[in-house]
């Protein structure tokens, strides 16, 4: 499975959002995408879901240009836009039964995902009685059973406390190295791409300011020299950007 972004620009009327995108993503990569808000991450990551269309340039999984949103490519949002009249076993099994897959099955299948994100237990009960930490997990295990071969998710902690983020990210990087899709992961947080990423790309007004290749074992800590020195790198392209936004 490859991704490859090739001069994709994206405009919203007179604003200019993306401006002139490439990269390539290997399989199995874990992709972190950083940036302040409006730089242009969350459009980019609709436009890998096939959500939005690029104005120019191109985005192609295996060879084949990405025209509209497919299974191949599940989403995981901030907002874990759970129904909340279905179980969690429903929610879950919702996506193989609208691929077609028989009821019972969807639904074993459904539980092997709920299963892996820790949930087993809690499948008959209705989101409303999970914690926001818990919704994301199902949130995961929705987006898993579609079968996707690209997991893309959109700031999926950033509403939850910092204490249910470190268990969730740790979650996830357990899941990612158990399954070894292929993911793109968009934050605000720097520290949490480092922890994550063996790639980690940082925009800056609609254009990649830098880009990183992370050889780190996992799991990573901030105590290690090379962890800390990536961070504070980042981190003064970021504040370099702010600091030029209040100048001009």
């Not at 497919?70 to 969690?88: C, M, N």
């Amino acid at each position: 499975m490859s991704l490859v972004i090739n001069h994709v620009s994206k405009s919203y009327g007179a604003k200019p959002v993306l401006k002139d995108i490439s990269f390539a993503v290997e399989p199995h990569e874990f992709v972190c995408i950083l940036g302040h808000s409006g730089c242009g991450k969350s459009t980019l990551l609709n436009l890998i879901a096939g959500y939005l269309r690029p104005d120019e340039g191109t985005i192609q999984v295996n060879g084949m240009n990405v025209s509209g949103p497919s299974k191949e490519r599940g989403v995981v949002f901030q907002d874990h836009a759970l129904f909340p009249w279905y179980s969690v076993l429903d929610n879950v099994a919702f996506g193989p039964e609208a691929q077609g897959i028989p009821k019972e099955d969807a639904k074993r299948k459904a539980r092997q995902y709920l299963k892996l994100v820790g949930l087993e237990r809690y499948a008959e009960q209705y989101p409303s009685s999970l914690s926001g930490g818990m919704k994301q997990r199902v949130g995961i295990a929705r987006a898993l059973a579609g079968g996707p071969d690209i997991l893309l998710m959109d700031e999926p902690f950033g509403a939850l406390d910092i204490l249910t983020r470190d268990t969730m990210r740790r979650e996830l990087q357990r899941i990612w190295m158990e399954l070894r899709t292929m993911v793109i992961f968009i934050t605000h947080s720097i520290s949490e791409a480092i922890h994550l990423g063996n790639k980690v790309i940082v925009m800056k007004d609609g254009d990649i300011a830098a880009m990183y290749q992370l050889d780190l074992p996992f799991p990573r800590s901030h105590q290690d020299s090379e962890f800390s020195s990536l961070l504070a790198e980042i981190e003064a392209i970021l504040i370099e950007d702010s600091v030029s936004e209040r100048i001009s």
